[in-house]
């Protein structure tokens, strides 16, 4: 089966950095894809990767790694705005989407 | 503002009733989606659209019904609802098979 893992839930301080993390097994692999879900709002595209290496957008970068099957994302100069749940979904072979159950991030002062 | 547009916002319904949930673009995108989210599952697909006359089932399509009769629009109906169909849904749509999704606001709907 297809599955995709990430960390349900994670803390961090304002101002800091964070990794959150995102493993997956799939029927193959057409690039993968990072949103931010604020609560009681619609998932927003973040940043999308298909081939190795890191993508940096201001304060957020990704990473991807198809030879083991992970990604992450980096949050630097962490925001109170940035308290969200981020969602790791992959395209498959089938250019089918593949969703994890997302990540929620407390940020703290 | 171009985007996609869902209605109602939010709606409680009583179990059995008949239900269409609307999701309108105006992006001109081919493929279309609807999802329900509920909380520690992340978003399950239900129905999607490749392009207008054509449909396929997600992961989790009983109890619901789709038509794609245009490129704009992709209603969503709960022939007759029942409770565990409680949760948000969210259409969805993209341009190309690597493109994002584009989500709507969504709808918060309720079965009692």
């Known amino acids: 089966g297809q599955n995709i893992d990430q960390p349900t839930e994670m803390t961090a301080t304002e101002g800091a950095i964070v990794q959150i993390n995102c493993t997956y097994q799939t029927s193959g692999f057409n690039g993968l894809f990072w949103y931010q879900q604020h609560a009681g709002e619609a998932p927003t595209f973040l940043s999308y990767?298909?081939l190795d290496g890191l993508e940096e957008k201001g304060r957020f970068s990704s990473f991807l790694s198809r030879s083991k099957g992970y990604s992450y994302l980096l949050l630097k100069e962490l925001q109170m705005k940035d308290s969200a749940s981020y969602l790791c979904a992959v395209i498959d072979s089938n250019y089918q989407l593949i969703w994890g159950a997302g990540t929620k991030l407390i940020i703290k002062p | 503002i171009a985007g996609i547009t869902q209605a109602p916002t939010s709606q409680i319904l009583a179990a059995g009733r008949r239900m269409t949930l609307r999701c309108t673009q105006d992006m001109r995108h081919n493929a279309m989606y609807w999802y329900r989210q509920d909380l520690g599952l992340g978003l399950r697909l239900i129905h999607y659209s490749n392009t207008a006359g054509t449909t396929g089932k997600g992961e989790v399509p009983d109890g619901y019904s789709v038509s794609r009769a245009n490129t704009d629009d992709f209603p969503l109906t709960l022939a007759s609802a029942v409770p565990s169909q409680t949760s948000v849904y969210f259409c969805a749509s993209r341009d190309s098979d690597n493109s994002p999704l584009h989500f709507g606001n969504g709808t918060r709907l309720t079965v009692t």
């Open positions: 990767n298909v």
